[in-house]
């Protein structure tokens, strides 16, 4: 069968996610699997430009990897009319400019979240995609992750019977940089920069509670900046004014209460860094970033509380771990390929810039919720 190029404009794939995930786990990865076979068999090849505003970087990076192609000129990438996909997980602030002017150079966007700092802007840019007629899509890998799909399928079987709640608990200790080097980059810590846990992490919790578990009604939210004195990459203090912790609870339609905490001031003694427990009539489970643990109301144990003895029941012992019966591919490269087939034979692709937009929408009413100390309605959305 026949093999056609697919030309992929891809900017901000310096950083630490846009590397990693999306251009050596994703295209490249992609790339050396033969590409993306389509539904008549045949194939599709990414062919990559990756692109940034430091030339010496790019060169780099290129070398280093294998790249053919890379610019520190988008615009100048935007005019190549063989290149019809425009890729971006650059800085939150910059984005919708750069959207924007992929969208009016006619590429299919495709994109990190959060697709905006603000509702209005994010908004904009789906009513520019909708009115140009182009393919767009915003990432969302947690989705895709082994143990939240391992979720999707015990809800899908009816395992939990009624679901009554969710409560989710991610995070990690986030070095301050000043006697050991910080996981994360100094701007996510600032908030003129567009740093900040509530926007980029609420985006996340919106598709995940969204597609799972139940639509989201309402939410009450408790932000924290708990360290406000950081160190930066040059070992220069500087003041952290973007809030480093949220306490979050959601109301879901059909009666489901979500709290999940968010932090990068916690030390993690739980089995990943992320772990939601599903509690339902008929059964519990508790998943993290791979694996996942069922507690049916069969196998249930009856503790009975009594403070004045030590507790005698290990309650680890009663949960019956799922198992791994279907491969499950990197996240952001099964999302990659299910776009890449949207663009190339409109194959049914669910995740545009409208579900991007609602994570931001989420994040204004979380941070309303902190601001007015109150729970705020999340209406419902459309461009």
């Given at each position: ?77 935007l005019e190549n009319r063989e290149d019809t996909i425009f890729f ?233 771990p799922v198992p791994d019966n279907q491969p499950v591919d990197n ?23 409208i579900e991007g937009a609602k994570g931001v929408q989420l994040v ?20």
């Amino acid at each position: 069968m026949s093999t056609q190029r697919l030309g992929i404009i891809m900017h901000g794939v310096t950083g630490r996610m846009g590397m990693n995930q999306h251009l050596i786990r994703s295209i490249l990865a992609i790339r050396a699997q033969g590409g993306v076979t389509l539904s008549d068999g045949s194939r599709v090849m990414p062919d990559p430009i990756i692109v940034g505003r430091n030339a010496e970087k790019m060169r780099e990076l290129a070398q280093r990897h294998g790249i053919e192609r890379w610019s520190d000129n988008v615009e100048a990438a935007l005019e190549n009319r063989e290149d019809t996909i425009f890729f971006d997980a650059g800085t939150t602030q910059m984005r919708p400019i750069l959207l924007e002017k992929a969208i009016r150079a006619g590429k299919h966007v495709y994109c990190e979240k959060p697709i905006a700092t603000n509702l209005e802007a994010a908004l904009g840019i789906v009513r520019l995609a909708e009115q140009a007629g182009v393919k767009n899509g915003t990432v969302q890998d947690k989705l895709f992750l082994p143990g939240l799909q391992k979720l999707r399928m015990l809800r899908d079987s009816g395992f939990f019977g009624r679901m009554l709640s969710v409560r989710g608990e991610f995070g990690y200790w986030v070095f301050e940089g000043d006697w050991q080097p910080a996981q994360r980059p100094s701007w996510n810590y600032r908030e003129e920069d567009g740093g900040g846990i509530i926007l980029d992490m609420i985006c996340h919790w919106r598709y995940v509670l969204d597609n799972l578990f139940g639509p989201v009604k309402s939410i009450s939210c408790l932000g924290a900046t708990h360290i406000p004195d950081r160190w930066d990459e040059k070992g220069q203090r500087y003041d952290a004014t973007a809030d480093d912790a949220a306490y979050a609870m959601f109301e879901l339609e059909g009666g489901v209460i979500a709290t999940i905490n968010s932090s990068w001031c916690t030390r993690v003694y739980r089995d990943d860094l992320v772990t939601f427990q599903v509690d339902g009539t008929n059964g519990s489970a508790v998943a993290g970033l791979t694996d996942c643990v069922i507690q049916p109301r069969q196998g249930t144990p009856r503790p009975v509380w009594n403070p004045d003895q030590k507790q005698t029941m290990d309650f680890y012992e009663t949960w019956q771990p799922v198992p791994d019966n279907q491969p499950v591919d990197n996240g952001f490269k099964t999302q990659w390929e299910s776009f890449i087939r949207h663009v190339v034979e409109d194959a049914p692709y669910n995740h545009g810039l409208i579900e991007g937009a609602k994570g931001v929408q989420l994040v204004e009413c979380a941070l309303q919720s902190w601001k007015e100390r109150r729970w705020v309605d999340v209406p419902s959305l459309t461009a």
